[in-house]
């Protein structure tokens, strides 16, 4: 289950299943020269490992299959507007009606990947407890009955649903959704074994993700189904994790310094590794990045590391029973520093081979500014840096033209011009592969216009495929929501200007070629109050355009979503698309009046001239 914003995932029931992460940044100054920031990928010597042929990654959490299956299975399953048998009246939105759930489903979704280019299928397989029918290790659905709602109700106050009729509601769609788990185990069918198994008749890797510390069930460590039985135990859990007010539930973690702890997230891995068909385990910190105790000492240190190494040699024993690779690595925040404060030693896991890869990566709106370059100075050249493209755009508002469909984040598997500049900056700092995390949710709430263009994945891990086509890069901004900290990347926008004051922006792109009729256009979004007055904007040093138009649309739609609420209004600017530079470049915007202006968001288009 991955985390998805309020509206769509704060209420599993009304729209999907919430999930939990936090990422971070390393140190990202604007002080790279020009000549460092157009040298990208290229500075970088050309690496074979086994690894090679992993290059277009897609994540799938424990419901991927489950969200949507008016979509994977519509013979059986529609949406319809129905009387809810409870209240006696008609449900408010339309429901999934249907079922039983069956494999097929499974098979129809490894298809779409397979067809569309995707080579490597990491599928989640635990949240607290394991989400799959496991026989050596506690599973989610472990002594629930078919149709007993109480079973979950101990969990909706973990989604923030206490007022008694939204829990009612909250069981209504809840228990349904669950419902078609217990298809599965009733007709004898593991869905995570299935995986495995579609996975091999498409000839797609089949990678298993473990989340290290999964805090769905947070806000009712005793009484929520998700939870573990050793997570109900308070002293197994951290106690100093958290500070300020931000999200302190989610942050009281199982504490990984109790050999107790170890021994059962060990037997977890041991089960996905030994007893199912995979060949790829990644361990996955941003959900969420809680370990030791902050300060971890250096015998704290070496204790963890130990660990990951015992990890490492489980992995490595599958391999050689196979007789084919077993990479191991981690998806994680940007902060390495902070990790090894927590006890995960990124660095030294690297450097000594321990780890295969790393996916740094943002905690559900993507990164755009991710450090590569400084990941493959610190890590060294033994291990394999993928990209991470997550599902949210950033937190800028936007809507469609009328208003009727308002979202706080723009989900960017319906936006193929969206994807590939995502793609295209990290591959250009770097990035030896694309990782997609959160692809699905963008069909998960059933967005009117919004739908997951499955088409966009393919090939967009080549650099090559993508110089030339229309791209639409965005800022990353900072919001409650989207920047757990200290893990996440601290975001640059939104910033104030002053009065005669200037600032720069640097964001990872990609250079493009110079004879197929492209231009660059620059939108600077400030809040609707603010009269600019002069607010000339450059690109990599270029003299200052003074020319620009406002404009309440984006500069690409995502769906249904073409226009920016009335709080904000975008202001065009066009430059030459010869500026633009492999890795980073630096957009500076000026303020030439009398009056504080503040920049809500910078977005870019690579499109074809229109003047």
């Known amino acids: 289950m991955s985390t998805q914003p309020k509206r769509n995932r704060r209420s599993f029931v009304r729209n999907g299943l919430l999930s939990a992460a936090t990422v971070s940044a390393l140190p990202n100054p604007f002080s790279t020269s020009s000549d460092k920031a157009t040298a990208g990928a290229q500075t970088l010597p050309p690496r074979k490992t086994s690894l090679d042929k992993h290059r277009n990654l897609f994540n799938g959490d424990t419901c991927v299959y489950f969200y949507n299956p008016e979509l994977w299975q519509p013979e059986d399953f529609s949406l319809r507007t129905v009387v809810n048998p409870r209240t006696g009246k008609m449900n408010p939105k339309p429901t999934v009606v249907g079922g039983p759930f069956q494999a097929k489903a499974i098979h129809r979704y490894v298809d779409l990947l397979a067809d569309n280019g995707i080579d490597t299928f990491v599928i989640n397989a635990n949240a607290n407890r394991a989400w799959y029918p496991s026989k050596k290790f506690p599973s989610v659905l472990d002594g629930y009955q078919r149709g007993n709602r109480d079973f979950f109700r101990g969990h909706a106050i973990c989604q923030g649903i206490t007022e008694p009729e939204a829990v009612e509601e909250f069981l209504d769609n809840f228990t349904v959704f669950m419902n078609r788990y217990q298809d599965l185990i009733d007709a004898g069918v593991d869905w995570l074994a299935e995986t495995s198994k579609a996975c091999r008749r498409r000839k797609i890797s089949p990678w298993v993700s473990i989340r290290m510390n999964d805090m769905h069930g947070s806000r009712n460590p005793e009484g929520s189904f998700f939870n573990h039985p050793l997570y109900k135990q308070k002293e197994m859990r951290l106690q100093q994790a958290y500070y300020g007010l931000q999200n302190t539930h989610d942050r009281q973690g199982f504490n990984y310094e109790k050999p107790e702890v170890r021994a059962m997230m060990f037997e977890q891995i041991r089960d996905v590794v030994d007893n199912y068909d995979f060949e790829g385990l990644e361990l996955d910190w941003w959900r969420q990045p809680l370990c030791c105790e902050p300060g971890a000492s250096a015998q704290t240190l070496a204790v963890m590391n130990d660990w990951f190494r015992q990890i490492r040699a489980l992995t490595q024993r599958r391999a050689k029973k196979t007789g084919k690779p077993y990479p191991l690595g981690m998806r994680i925040p940007g902060a390495l520093d902070q990790l090894k404060a927590i006890g995960v030693d990124v660095v030294t896991l690297c450097q000594e081979g321990t780890l295969d890869f790393v996916i740094p990566a943002g905690f559900w709106a993507t990164t755009w500014d991710m450090p590569h370059d400084e990941f493959h100075k610190r890590l060294g050249d033994r291990v394999t840096i993928y990209g991470s493209v997550d599902d949210g755009a950033n937190s800028l508002p936007t809507q469609n033209e009328s208003g009727s469909v308002r979202e706080r984040m723009r989900y960017i598997g319906a936006s193929p011009e969206i994807e590939r500049a995502n793609a295209a900056g990290k591959l250009a700092m770097g990035a030896q592969g694309i990782e997609w995390f959160n692809f699905f949710c963008t069909d998960q709430g059933r967005l009117p216009g919004i ?159 229109t003047g």
């Not at 650099?463 to 409650?480: D, I, Q, V």
Request: net charge neutral; aromatic share 10%.
């Open 451 to 609: 739908r997951a263009d499955y088409t966009a994945l393919r090939d967009i891990d080549k650099l090559s495929f993508l110089r030339g086509k229309p791209k639409h890069y965005c800022f990353g901004t900072a919001g409650a929501f989207f920047n757990p900290t200290p893990f996440e990347l601290p975001a640059q926008l939104p910033a104030s200007i002053g009065p005669f004051a200037q600032r720069p922006f640097q964001l990872a792109m990609c250079a493009e070629p110079a004879d197929q009729n492209l231009e660059l256009m620059v939108q600077v979004v400030l809040k609707a109050g603010d009269k600019p007055g002069y607010m000339p904007v450059s690109v990599n040093g270029c003299w200052p355009n003074l020319t620009s138009e406002s404009t309440e649309k984006l500069l690409m739609p995502c769906g249904s979503l073409t226009h920016h609420t009335k709080d904000h209004v975008g202001y065009n600017y066009r430059f030459p698309v010869s500026l633009v530079a492999d890795g980073w470049n630096k957009i500076v915007v000026e303020n030439q009046s009398k009056e504080t202006i503040t920049v809500a968001a910078i977005e870019i288009a690579v499109q074809a001239k």
